[in-house]
T-cell receptor
Framework: EAQVTQNPRYLITVTGKKLTVTCSQN?????MSWYRQDPGLGLRQIYY???????DKGDVPEGYKVSRKEKRNFPLILESPSPNQTSLYFC??????????????FGAGSRLTVL | QKEVEQNSGPLSVPEGAIASLNCTYS??????FFWYRQYSGKSPELIMS????GDKEDGRFTAQLNKASQYVSLLIRDSQPSDSATYLC????????????FGKGTRLSVIA
């Protein structure tokens, strides 16, 4: 089944404890992206990747890191999480940058709470 | 900053009625327009895309695009309680690495 898989789906952690949210897609998509979703603020892009070893900042990159060493994986790293990073996170991918027929497919989401 | 504006709602309609969801965008060179449906706590799922001015129909859903007015809408005919969700409008330029910009969504409630 074609899908985007995120892990963990739920996580409660404490301020400052490094964590990684993994994202993997099995559709050979070039484009991958991370979003966070907060009440009243909608979906905001954190980072995106046009292809392997090509990553770029989105609208809210502060406090996050990403890497794209393989085409299928795009992990989101929080080096020192803070409570304002408590959010619902979505990974998404598309064949190429979203446009026309290049439609984004979303993962199921990861709900992160930082105490 | 490119913006996509939606009325946050909630928009309440009775079962069987037509729900009309609206979206305006600021980037005049936008080329592709998408409507996603998101149930509470779930991920967005694509329901419609439209690229040319006019109407595009898919079952009970009709997307309408007016590039001159920078306006895109989604009509849901014969609304069902299962249509109750947040509807996200998303817009992109179709060029290089320009991002897909999402509106904040409109919450639709269909009352049985």
């Amino acid at each position: 089944e074609a899908q985007v898989t995120q892990n963990p789906r739920y996580l409660i952690t404490v301020t400052g404890k490094k964590l990684t949210v993994t994202c993997s897609q099995n559709m050979n998509h070039e484009y991958m992206s991370w979003y966070r979703q907060d009440p009243g603020l909608g979906l905001r892009q954190i980072y995106y990747s046009m292809n392997v070893e090509a990553t770029d900042k989105g609208d809210v990159p502060e406090g996050y890191k990403v890497s794209r060493k393989e085409k299928r994986n795009f992990p989101l790293i929080l080096e020192s999480p803070s409570p304002n990073q408590t959010s619902l996170y979505f990974c998404a991918s598309s064949p190429r940058a979203p446009s026309g027929a290049n439609v984004l497919t979303f993962g199921a989401g990861s709900r992160l709470t930082v105490l | 900053q490119k913006e996509v504006e939606q009325n946050s709602g909630p928009l309440s309609v009775p079962e069987g009625a037509i729900a009309s969801l609206n979206c305006t965008y600021s980037d005049r060179v936008s080329q592709s327009f998408f409507w996603y449906r998101q149930y509470s706590g779930k991920s967005p799922e694509l329901i419609m895309s439209i690229y040319s001015n006019g109407d595009k129909e898919d079952g009970r859903f009709t997307a309408q695009l007016n590039k001159a007015s920078q306006y895109v809408s989604l009509l849901i005919r014969d609304s069902q309680p299962s249509d109750s969700a947040t509807y996200l409008c998303a817009v992109t330029r179709n060029s290089g690495n320009t991002p897909l910009v999402f509106g904040k969504g409109t919450r639709l409630s269909v009352i049985a």
